[in-house]
């Protein structure tokens, strides 16, 4: 049973960057195609980003061109590069395979886009 652990959320002014890690259990990672998800108050969990065992990724249109999704397979960690951060940006994100596990969801980290 693959778990993911999430992690790097914090709070950052409109603008900022942070970075987030996905580490995950399990010698099959390499395999899987990996996403982050966001969940923001009162909404659905949605994906945001995607990254395919051989690096090929995909990005929602709200985040191209902000956001960069990279892994080190190495170290069966996904990350998630966020720049010009901005006030809806703001969720508790999470990192899954693509298609999700739903019992292998982990916390999610904060991260919180305000002045």
């Known amino acids: 049973q693959v778990q993911f652990v999430e992690s790097g959320g914090a709070l950052v002014q409109p603008g900022g960057s942070l970075r987030l890690s996905c580490a995950a259990s399990?010698?099959?990672?390499?395999?899987?195609?990996m996403g982050w998800y966001r969940q923001a108050p009162g909404k659905q969990r949605d994906m945001v980003a995607l990254?395919?065992?051989?690096?090929?990724?995909k990005y929602v249109d709200s985040v191209k061109g902000r956001f960069t999704i990279s892994r080190d397979n190495a170290k069966n960690t996904v990350y998630l590069q966020m720049d010009s951060l901005k006030p809806e940006d703001t969720a508790v994100y999470y990192c899954n395979r693509v298609p999700k596990l739903e019992s292998s969801w982990g916390q999610g980290t904060q991260v919180t886009v305000s002045s």
């Open positions: 990254i395919t065992s051989g690096g090929n990724t």
């Open positions: 399990g010698s099959i990672f390499t395999l899987y195609v």
